[in-house]
């Protein structure tokens, strides 16, 4: 009897055990792992960002899963992304999924079906070499993800829209907690920049630098927003004016405008400019900026390398941005000097007028200055457009001088000289330039040794008239 009732206690006891585990394993289950066809909603995640110039993507999916580049698509480096929780969705609620497909960004926040929902604080990264931002350790929810600044110089002239991802995200093979999105860019070629040196002779004349760049198309429903350029001249230019053309069509002066703050030149086009820039997508936009050389930099190479461009997306320059126009060439000038004397004496003259001419042409080029100690100096004369990169050590050109006015009293030479005029600014004399004194009227000889001259002579006339009187006596004797 009590081997029954020990046998009954153990057989309550294991039937109380069997039910606390069996309720356990109903509480547990559902949290530690999920069906197989459920997200896991404990499972942490990745969106990884891979950041291409638009090109041509067909045949490829936008299914979360990772993708293989086309050959020619180029990834661009230094783009700032961030990635913003939407918060107020519970994933583990039906309703939740029903608002994710139907998010919209609505400024500072997100919006679905009339109701608005807080952007947790951001989590940035920029694209390495590869194009890629990964973002890690990522709690299951919907995130938003915008594009930030081009800090890649990549001329990034439409940023990607915004999009929202989900972790884990409803591929159709499977639940993805390792997303991969491809975001595009509207990107367009560096902006290049010419000197057109047509009519420019000297110091004092003007020069143009053409900036040019492709216009990049836009979106569908898109507006260009911005266009312009900006140039931080050198010391020894001077701003005049600017000119723009969309293709061969020059925009009107109400279509841009142009600033000049103390050397930093900002040409923009205007609301009229930028809506003659639709349906132009693929045809050039040029901005030409006259300007003076006003002096002779020391080395000769007169250089215009503070340019950069903007447009759409691309961030407006300051006075402090760095250039990212390379120019394809830049001039080189010289000076020259020569030094007026008297070929006898070798004393200094002023008085005199000089010119220089084309060698081949006779064109007339310039005048010289008198700086004064018989020096004359022509100032500036150009002597050719060379590459950015070439040395302009060694550049030379030939001109004709001519004295156009002599020093008064001294003959004007009727030929010219063929001179050299090396790069640079020169401190000493390249010539000695002499003249001789014109020919004086033919004098009256007066003086002592007109007086001896005269006194011989008068002795000679009277000898030969004794001589003629003391014939003539002894010929009638």
């Known amino acids: 009897m009590e081997q029954l009732k020990k046998q009954g206690i153990f057989v309550v006891l294991a039937a109380l055990l069997a039910a606390v585990l069996g309720a356990l394993t109903v509480l547990v289950a559902p949290h530690a792992v999920a069906a197989e066809g459920n997200p896991d909603l404990n499972r942490t995640g990745s969106i990884t960002v891979h950041k291409y110039a638009k090109t041509d993507w067909q045949g490829k999916k936008n299914d979360g899963t990772e993708q293989t580049a086309p050959a020619n698509a180029r990834a661009l480096a230094g783009i700032e992304f961030k990635v913003q929780k939407v918060e107020g ?28 929902y807080n952007l947790a604080a951001a989590s940035s990264k920029v694209t390495a070499a590869d194009g890629v931002a990964k973002f890690e350790r990522l709690a299951a929810g919907v995130y938003y993800v915008t594009e930030g600044a081009d800090n890649g110089h990549n001329n990034v002239t439409e940023k990607a829209k915004p999009f929202f991802v989900s972790i884990p995200f409803p591929n159709t093979a499977q639940w993805l907690y390792d997303v991969h999105a491809y975001p595009k860019n509207e990107v367009i070629q560096p902006a290049t920049k010419t000197l057109d040196d047509t009519g420019f002779k000297k110091v004092g004349q003007n020069m143009v630098w053409n900036i040019s760049y492709d216009i990049p198309a836009v979106s569908d429903g898109k507006e260009y927003t911005k266009a312009g350029v ?57 901005f030409a900026l006259t300007t003076t050389l006003s002096a002779l930099p020391a080395d000769g190479k007169v250089e215009n390398t503070g340019a950069n461009f903007f447009i759409n997306d691309m961030v407006k320059p300051g006075k402090d941005t760095p250039p990212t126009i390379t120019p ?26 000089f010119k220089v001419y084309e ?14 100690n018989g020096v004359y100096e022509f100032e500036g004369l150009y002597l050719k457009k060379i590459g950015q990169n070439e040395d302009s050590t060694g550049v030379t050109k030939q001109f004709t001088l001519k004295e156009t006015k002599a020093p008064a009293g001294y003959v004007l030479p009727t030929d010219g000289k063929t001179i050299t005029v090396t790069a640079g600014k020169t401190t000493t004399d390249d010539l000695v330039y002499d003249n001789t004194k014109q020919t004086g009227p033919s004098l009256p000889l007066t003086g002592a040794a007109g007086q001896l001259l005269l006194t011989i002579g008068g002795a000679a006339v009277l000898a030969v008239a004794g001589g003629l009187y003391l014939f003539k006596s002894r010929k009638r004797a």
């Open 328 to 353: 394809s060439d830049k001039a080189v000038v010289g000076n020259y000097r020569l030094k007026k004397q008297d070929k006898d004496t070798h004393k200094i003259l002023e008085g005199a007028e």
């Open 359 to 372: 060698k081949d042409t006779n064109t007339e080029i310039a005048a010289a200055k008198y700086v004064g």
């Open 89 to 116: 969705l519970d994933l583990t609620k039906p309703e939740s999924w029903d608002v994710v497909s139907r998010l919209a960004p609505k400024g500072d926040k997100a919006t679905a079906n009339g109701k608005d």
């Open 230 to 286: 900006t140039d931080k001249l050198a010391s020894y230019l001077k701003f005049v004016s600017a000119e723009v053309k969309v293709g061969d069509t020059k925009l009107n002066a109400g279509d841009y405008t142009a600033n000049n703050d103390n050397g930093f030149v900002t040409v923009e086009l205007t609301q009229s400019g930028l809506a003659k820039l639709k349906g132009k997508a693929g045809k050039k936009l040029n």
